[in-house]
T-cell receptor, first 112, second 114 residues
Framework: EDQVTQSPEALRLQEGESSSLNCSYTVSGLRGLFWYRQDPGKGPEFLFTLYSAGEEKEKERLKATLTKKESFLHITAPKPEDSATYLCAVQASGGGADGLTFGKGTHLIIQP | ETGVTQSPTHLIKTRGQQVTLRCSSQSGHNTVSWYQQALGQGPQFIFQYYREEENGRGNFPPRFSGLQFPNYSSELNVNALELDDSALYLC?????????????FGSGTQLSVL
């Protein structure tokens, strides 16, 4: 069974204080690993897709990296508007349902 | 370009009742997926529809069923509601079946079962 574990569950940072969120996964065969951002009362918003170990992607203050067992979302010099829940998800290869398996998310608060 | 829209935004039902939730997919998208998100949890895959046929299903009982229409809009039906069905139900559309990159989510329907 595919599993995704995110840590920490919650993180409070000061504005400008860089940090990393962790996503550990077990999957039969990885088709893709996804990062989404979810604001209160909204649906998840796509950030990145990573396909193979060693791959990195960047968008503004966010950088996602991937190894064979985990992914990190690095947040550099965050601003209050980066406050949100960050969700990690995997999609397994090998046929069958194509749905994503999500972790519980990391609730990030950036204080001014 | 219109995004994914869901209706209603909130709904209150009692145990044993039936409910229908609706979703209009983003323009040009032919695949719709439904997810259930309980409080404090990540979304959980219910099923996916591609060109009006169910294309994959997660670990949900048969009382969860769906439809996709020729215009690619979709419905989620839940029969014999249980208290544990209380959750945020999310609809997501994508351009192609099997390629879940860039799922576009709606804001969801908050279902409360009393």
């Amino acid at each position: 069974e595919d599993q995704v574990t995110q840590s920490p569950e919650a993180l409070r940072l000061q504005e400008g204080e860089s940090s990393s969120l962790n996503c550990s996964y077990t999957v039969s065969g990885l088709r893709g690993l996804f990062w989404y951002r979810q604001d209160p009362g909204k649906g998840p918003e796509f950030l990145f897709t990573l396909y193979s170990a060693g791959e990195e992607k960047e968008k503004e203050r966010l950088k996602a990296t991937l190894t064979k067992k985990e992914s990190f979302l690095h947040i550099t010099a965050p601003k209050p508007e980066d406050s949100a829940t960050y969700l990690c998800a995997v999609q397994a290869s090998g046929g069958g349902a194509d749905g994503l398996t999500f972790g519980k998310g990391t609730h990030l608060i950036i204080q001014p | 370009e219109t995004g994914v829209t869901q209706s209603p935004t909130h709904l209150i039902k009692t145990r044993g009742q039936q409910v229908t939730l609706r979703c209009s997919s983003q323009s040009g998208h032919n695949t719709v997926s439904w997810y259930q998100q309980a409080l404090g949890q990540g979304p959980q895959f219910i099923f996916q529809y591609y060109r009006e046929e169910e294309n994959g299903r997660g670990n949900f009982p048969p009382r969860f069923s769906g439809l996709q229409f020729p215009n690619y809009s979709s419905e989620l039906n839940v029969n014999a509601l249980e208290l544990d069905d209380s959750a945020l139900y999310l609809c997501a559309s994508s351009e192609n079946r099997g390629i879940n990159e860039k799922l576009f989510f709606g804001s969801g329907t908050q279902l409360s079962v009393l």
